[in-house]
């Protein structure tokens, strides 16, 4: 994620040159493939970036826009945090207040949430079930078990999504404590069950008959996500105290 500076303030410069929301697209495209123009408003809605409008109301917007921009798509992709979040951080850097946080570590209490950001999936090919396994820490059995049990899918050629690496990873974890991919099987229908639930919650936005509907669905679900997560590690720790005797 971007170090914030001064560089992410608002701009004050009314001389400085301005992009259309269309050249705003392309300019972040390289880095964010999946940027969309919707996606840009909903920001913008959300008060995270604030560009100038023209007297027929199009939107001009600032190379400090764009930069603020990265930050935002950067702390979702990178770091998996909720726009909520966001803006607090932001918010803190408009007033000249430190940042919570550096880069490369999220900040205190924003717990992350493994794989792509939710409704972004990423453009990395699949890679081969050799690779895949090597870039987890797996042997090809245990990844042969982890799709067996349902942990980690494979496509008709053998192949895995690069998104499956967190699951992987964390399965060769504990994989070295002696937890088999078979015993993993709980997480797996957790997982399911809180999906299920988290789905309820969003189908009114989903169905709503809006542009930008896709859009706020995926981030309300980022943040549900990142909330259970954040209960779910509180109520395991709760229970490991009680193991102890705590």
């Not at 799709?147 to 690069?162: I, K, Q, S, Y």
Request: proline share 8%; with cysteine.
């Amino acid at each position: 994620m971007p170090q914030p500076s001064g560089s992410v303030d608002r701009d004050t410069d009314d001389t400085a040159p301005r992009l259309t929301i269309g050249e705003v697209l392309a300019a972040l495209r390289g880095d964010f493939p999946d940027v969309t123009i919707s996606k840009i408003r909903y920001l913008e809605s959300e008060e995270l970036v604030h560009p100038q409008r023209t007297a027929s109301g199009y939107r001009k917007f600032a190379s400090t826009d764009v930069a603020r921009l990265r930050y935002v798509l950067a702390a979702q992709r990178d770091h998996y945090l909720p726009l909520r979040v966001i803006k607090e951080q932001l918010d803190a850097l408009d007033r000249g207040e430190p940042m919570p946080g550096t880069p490369g570590r999220q900040p205190e209490g924003a717990p992350a949430v493994g794989g792509s950001v939710i409704g972004e999936p990423g453009g990395a090919a699949p890679l081969p079930a050799a690779e895949f396994a090597a870039a987890a820490g797996l042997t090809q059995e245990q990844l042969a078990d982890c799709v067996e049990f349902g942990l980690v899918p494979a496509d008709v050629h053998g192949r895995h999504r690069t998104g499956d690496l967190p699951v992987a990873r964390a399965a060769a974890g504990l994989a070295r404590h002696g937890l088999e991919p078979r015993h993993l099987r709980v997480y797996r229908t957790g997982a399911e069950r809180e999906a299920a639930l988290l789905e309820q919650v969003v189908a009114p936005v989903l169905h709503a008959r809006s542009e930008e509907a896709p859009v706020r669905a995926a981030e309300q679900l980022q943040e549900l996500a990142s909330l259970s997560a954040q209960l779910h590690a509180a109520l395991l720790e709760a229970r490991l105290r009680e193991v102890l005797g705590g």
